[in-house]
């Protein structure tokens, strides 16, 4: 077999990956695109869902619970933000199919089957990262409006600030879910090793903490509460790992 053949049959050319990268990524635009469509026609019903967890920490800690706006075009904004958002959610499942089939274009075909595999649950781990995440975010506002009592501080939270600490915060732990998944990936077409996985531990996850860092909003709480699911979903992805590749490969 040549260089520039697989078990397939010939490679892709640079041009032709290039080529398949603005077909999938074309694609995927549209599909974002539609379902955007889709969510800013429930846009409304969409930010008042948002506001729920705020909106009951602000009872609880003895607020009037009440989001405000400071420029003119924040609350037309926020909107268009919040349709653009769930849109990707939303047109997560075809995004993710037409990333993990441009991965897949130049893969062999052992390695395709782990990738078509590996699609349902990119969509259901970015799912529960989303889930998890709201489940999060009441205790997080909870706390940062129980600080702000200690200080005597009288919150006045804009519409645009929250739901931006919202949205930002379902993306972030929707991308950390993949962890495990990517691990396994990794793991089963060859590209890590077990012994590599545990020597380089600490430095994972101290790169886990710069990405907690960039993703989570800017504050200690939220970081630490990206930082430790985040470690623990990684050792999960070593786990399956060991469980579903190495053994077989050390018993061979």
Wanted: glycine share 10%.
């Amino acid at each position: 077999m040549s260089p520039d053949e697989t078990d397939d049959g010939p490679r892709m050319t640079l041009g032709e990956h290039l080529g398949e990268l603005g077909r999938r990524g074309r694609y995927a635009l549209i599909g974002v695109a539609v379902a955007t469509a889709g969510a800013l026609w429930f846009g409304e019903r969409l930010i008042r869902l948002c506001e729920q967890p705020f909106l009951r920490a602000m009872e609880q800690a003895g607020h009037r619970p009440e989001l405000t706006m400071i420029g003119l075009t924040d609350a037309f904004m926020t909107y268009l933000r919040v349709g653009l958002y769930a849109g990707l959610v939303a047109a997560s499942p075809w995004v993710f199919y037409q990333l993990w089939m441009f991965v897949a274009a130049g893969l062999y075909r052992h390695e395709r089957r782990v990738v078509l595999w590996a699609i349902p649950f990119s969509v259901l781990l970015f799912v529960a990262g989303a889930a998890f995440a709201v489940w999060v975010s009441g205790p997080a506002i909870g706390f940062f409006l129980g600080f702000a009592g200690t200080l005597g501080v009288v919150p006045i939270v804009t519409l645009e600030a929250y739901i931006s600490f919202m949205t930002n915060l379902l993306l972030a732990f929707g991308l950390v879910f993949q962890v495990p998944l990517v691990v396994l990936v990794l793991a089963w077409v060859g590209l890590i090793e077990h012994k590599t996985l545990s020597q380089y531990r600490r430095h994972i996850i101290v790169a886990m903490a710069i990405v907690a860092a960039l993703l989570a909003p800017p504050d200690a709480l939220s970081m630490i509460l990206m930082v430790l699911p985040m470690w623990l979903l990684y050792e999960l992805g070593v786990g399956l790992a060991w469980v579903m590749v190495f053994r077989k490969r050390t018993s061979e």
